[in-house]
């Protein structure tokens, strides 16, 4: 696949295919054609965007967060809630992972909003004007993502959605880790970043399982996506009732377009530990029509 230099990432990227969605109680979801999904599938491979979806009178309303977590996604969230109210609202995530780092500061971001989180597809603008907006919920939160999902005060995973995680690995090293060179000053950076993780996973509630299962996984094997019981071992659910995050909206699977290739998530320095350690990843920015992919296995 071809990939667009496009971005800096000052974080570490975990492996990831598909996007993470928080998944919305309320509406009906239905894509209506496989195009609907391949569009979804385009929407993951670009930088993460946040958007407002409206549902009154019926809900509140909810974020919808789809793509990769870059170097600029915690100030585009600062961006896009500025002049929101967004206290305890819910986050609908579809993303396939993206800058360590990065991630770590839209989570806390996230907590301390008091933000709830799903995983789903935000669907609007369907059968014309009246049509009430939607999530659906056959939808991928990979590697990085995973950990904006244990962000939420409340977090929901509906059946359907695919949770998955992946060792975090040096970005440049990523398409043939076995056969890379790592140096002393490498290695440092990655167990300084798999330190700022654990912390990070311990203070957002999470279990020390998330971590043994997701470092258990090297980047040339597949993800491996969490069963029903490892999220709850794991404590990334934290309630089976979808009312809980979503009230008063209805989620049913649409057809998806097939999983593309897994996408491998980078380690990098972040701005303010660059006098400690000024190495960095490339984010690589798929073109094709596959899931959002940095490495390829």
């Keep these: 696949m071809k990939l ?7 974080g570490w990227l975990l492996v990831g295919t598909a996007a993470c969605g928080v998944v919305l109680a309320g509406a009906v979801a239905t894509l209506g054609s496989s195009a609907r999904a391949g569009a979804a599938l385009e929407e993951r491979k670009l930088p993460m965007k946040f958007s407002w979806v409206a549902c009154e009178p019926n809900c509140r309303g909810w974020v919808s967060a789809v793509g990769i977590i870059t170097a600029d996604t915690p100030k585009d969230f600062e961006e896009f809630s ?136 090297p980047p040339w094997e597949d993800l491996h996506e969490l069963d029903a019981g490892e999220l709850k071992l794991t404590n990334l659910v934290t309630t089976d ?10 989620i049913s699977a649409p057809a998806m377009a097939e999983l593309g290739p897994k996408t491998q998530a980078r380690f990098g320095a972040e701005p303010e530990q660059a006098a400690k350690s000024t190495k960095t990843a490339e984010a690589l920015v798929p073109t094709g029509t596959a899931p959002a992919t940095a490495a390829q296995k």
């Design 4 to 10: 667009l230099k496009s971005l800096n990432l000052r």
């Design 82 to 217: 500025r002049g929101r109210q967004l206290g305890g609202a819910t986050v609908v995530l579809d993303s396939s992972g993206g800058s360590v780092n990065d991630a770590i500061t839209l989570g806390r971001r996230f907590r301390n909003l008091g933000l709830l989180t799903t995983v789903g597809i935000s669907l609007q603008n369907r059968g014309g004007q009246g049509a009430r907006p939607a999530v659906a919920p056959e939808a991928y939160c990979e590697s990085m993502c995973v950990f904006l999902l244990l962000a939420g005060k409340k977090r929901y995973v509906p059946e359907a959605a695919h949770v998955r995680v992946h060792q975090i690995w040096m970005g440049d090293r990523a398409d043939d880790a076995r056969a890379a060179s790592y140096s002393a000053q490498d290695l440092m950076i990655v167990e300084r970043d798999i330190g700022r993780l654990a912390k990070y996973t311990f203070d957002m509630g999470g279990a020390g399982d998330l971590l043994s299962l997701a470092l258990s996984v």
């Design 241 to 250: 009732l979808m009312a809980d995050v979503l009230p008063h909206v209805d």
